[in-house]
């Protein structure tokens, strides 16, 4: 039959094409820097040894298997919000409506369901650059995208008049998505007193604010820093959803845990909203998964586990850090690269915009056997003791 003859074919994924080439590649020196996954210092994925003993815990506990409610694990749901509102929670939870979600992209898909559903605009602004899948998730769902300006390749920081100029360009009650820390893709963050600068246009403007917020801790080490915005905003009168992952800070890529929660005004909005948010989450995929929320919550609502996991937090932005260090170090000190490299050390969060262009990261690929998007932005988390010298070396000779 020929019903799929006009189907044309489309274009790989960026970053799982990155991975297969490097999968090709035979050389011994080879370096994945495309993939926004942590690995530890041998290179290899890291399980956080609390979410080993909260699997180990939940068990021995022998949980049936039964549907969990729509909007998910109700213990579960709580400690997220909690984790994400922090000291604002108790003041919002009142009019606060959340749902277990499919990790960061499942919480963006009911947000960009229920904006399209219900919000007055149909246009969302997204930073220029943003994570790749922002576009898809907002159009597959009926929202135009269009973007603000965000990244200066100047000074490869915010260009922060661009952005606020931008945001009073955009019309009155625009939905606007702000990344709420280490932004992807280029690690570049607002400091406090230009997210205050942030929030006073969204004001405004009378702006819808949406937080993605898929590094909380995983940025600085500290829920509370990495939430400064999302707390900001929750504590003003700003309108606001939040999409949080654990995807990164508790290392569940795979199992697929995260929170959608939005603000309403009062608590008889919450339930109309919340009404709405189960029938959207229903016909979409009826119920989320338990497993990776029941760790989550585990370890969330367990002291000791949660003091421990948030040690290991500390540990893997330490060590991302340090890995920051090492390359400007390597670069500006022992190779004299010509180039300042401030800006390695300047960003935060997985990924790093190197302002290397699609060249170089060519001649990097071919002749150094080292993988990144084109853009020129490396996964801090590819680096590690044994391949941050070659990467540097590599990286002096293609900018020398
Ligand atoms: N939002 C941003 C900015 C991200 O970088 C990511 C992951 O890379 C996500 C959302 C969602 O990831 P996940 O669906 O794995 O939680």
């Given at each position: 039959?020929k019903?799929?003859?006009d189907?044309?074919?489309?274009?790989?994924?960026?970053?799982?094409g990155?991975?297969?080439?490097?999968?090709k590649?035979g050389?011994?020196?080879?370096?994945?820097?495309?993939?926004?996954?942590?690995?530890?210092?041998?290179?290899?994925?890291?399980?956080?040894?609390?979410?080993?003993?909260?699997?180990?815990?939940?068990?021995?506990?022998?949980?049936?298997?039964?549907?969990?409610?729509?909007?998910?694990?109700?213990?579960?749901?709580?400690?997220?919000?909690?984790?994400?509102?922090?000291?604002?929670?108790?003041s919002?939870?009142?009019?606060?409506?959340?749902?277990?979600?499919?990790?960061?992209?499942?919480?963006?898909?009911?947000?960009?369901?229920?904006?399209?559903?219900?919000?007055?605009?149909?246009?969302?602004?997204?930073?220029?650059?943003?994570?790749?899948?922002?576009?898809?998730?907002?159009s597959?769902?009926?929202?135009?995208?269009?973007?603000?300006?965000?990244?200066?390749?100047?000074?490869?920081?915010?260009?922060?008049?661009?952005?606020?100029?931008?945001?009073t360009?955009?019309?009155?009650g625009?939905?606007?998505?702000?990344?709420?820390?280490?932004?992807?893709?280029?690690?570049?963050?607002?400091?406090?007193?230009?997210?205050d600068?942030?929030?006073?246009?969204?004001?405004?403007?009378?702006?819808?604010?949406?937080?993605?917020?898929?590094?909380?801790?995983?940025?600085?080490?500290?829920?509370?820093?990495?939430?400064?915005?999302?707390?900001?905003?929750?504590?003003?009168?700003?309108?606001?959803?939040?999409?949080?992952?654990?995807?990164?800070?508790?290392?569940?890529?795979?199992?697929?845990?995260?929170?959608?929660?939005?603000?309403?005004?009062?608590?008889?909005?919450?339930?109309?909203?919340?009404?709405?948010?189960?029938?959207?989450?229903?016909?979409?995929?009826?119920?989320?998964?338990?497993?990776?929320?029941?760790?989550?919550?585990?370890?969330?609502?367990?002291?000791?586990?949660?003091?421990?996991?948030?040690g290991?937090?500390?540990?893997?932005?330490?060590?991302?850090?340090?890995?920051?260090?090492?390359?400007?170090?390597?670069?500006?000190?022992?190779l004299?690269n010509?180039?300042?490299?401030?800006?390695?050390?300047?960003?935060?969060?997985?990924?790093?915009?190197?302002?290397?262009?699609?060249?170089?990261?060519?001649?990097?690929?071919?002749?150094?056997?080292?993988?990144?998007?084109?853009?020129?932005?490396?996964?801090?988390?590819?680096?590690?003791?044994?391949?941050?010298?070659?990467?540097?070396?590599?990286?002096?000779?293609?900018?020398?």
């Open positions: 039959f019903v799929w003859a189907v044309p074919m489309g274009p790989p994924d960026p970053i799982f990155i991975t297969e080439a490097y999968k590649d050389d011994v020196k080879k370096m994945n820097l495309g993939a926004g996954t942590y690995r530890d210092d041998a290179g290899k994925p890291y399980v956080l040894p609390s979410v080993r003993q909260a699997e180990t815990e939940l068990l021995s506990q022998k949980l049936d298997k039964e549907y969990a409610p729509i909007t998910g694990i109700p213990s579960f749901r709580v400690q997220a919000t909690k984790l994400a509102y922090g000291d604002v929670y108790e919002i939870k009142d009019r606060l409506v959340s749902a277990q979600s499919i990790s960061g992209t499942g919480a963006l898909c009911i947000a960009a369901n229920f904006l399209a559903s219900f919000y007055p605009s149909k246009t969302i602004y997204v930073s220029d650059p943003t994570w790749g899948n922002h576009k898809n998730v907002f597959r769902a009926g929202l135009t995208v269009k973007s603000y300006k965000y990244y200066d390749p100047a000074t490869r920081g915010l260009d922060i008049k661009g952005m606020l100029s931008d945001l360009s955009a019309p009155d625009s939905i606007i998505l702000l990344h709420a820390c280490a932004h992807n893709p280029t690690g570049v963050d607002p400091t406090k007193a230009q997210w600068d942030i929030l006073k246009t969204m004001q405004k403007k009378n702006h819808f604010a949406l937080l993605d917020m898929a590094y909380q801790g995983f940025a600085s080490g500290d829920f509370a820093r990495d939430a400064y915005a999302t707390r900001l905003f929750a504590s003003s009168n700003v309108p606001m959803l939040l999409c949080q992952s654990f995807a990164k800070n508790m290392g569940l890529y795979g199992e697929r845990a995260g929170c959608f929660s939005i603000l309403a005004n009062d608590a008889e909005e919450a339930a109309r909203i919340e009404s709405q948010t189960k029938i959207l989450i229903r016909a979409l995929y009826s119920n989320p998964p338990v497993n990776g929320a029941r760790i989550a919550n585990h370890i969330l609502s367990n002291p000791a586990l949660r003091e421990q996991w948030a290991e937090v500390v540990g893997m932005s330490e060590r991302l850090k340090s890995m920051r260090k090492a390359l400007r170090n390597i670069l500006e000190k022992d004299k010509k180039h300042s490299w401030k800006h390695i050390t300047d960003q935060i969060g997985m990924f790093c915009y190197t302002g290397l262009n699609p060249q170089q990261v060519d001649v990097l690929a071919k002749q150094y056997h080292i993988y990144l998007t084109k853009n020129g932005r490396i996964s801090i988390s590819g680096l590690n003791t044994s391949n941050v010298r070659y990467f540097a070396e590599a990286i002096n000779a293609v900018t020398s």
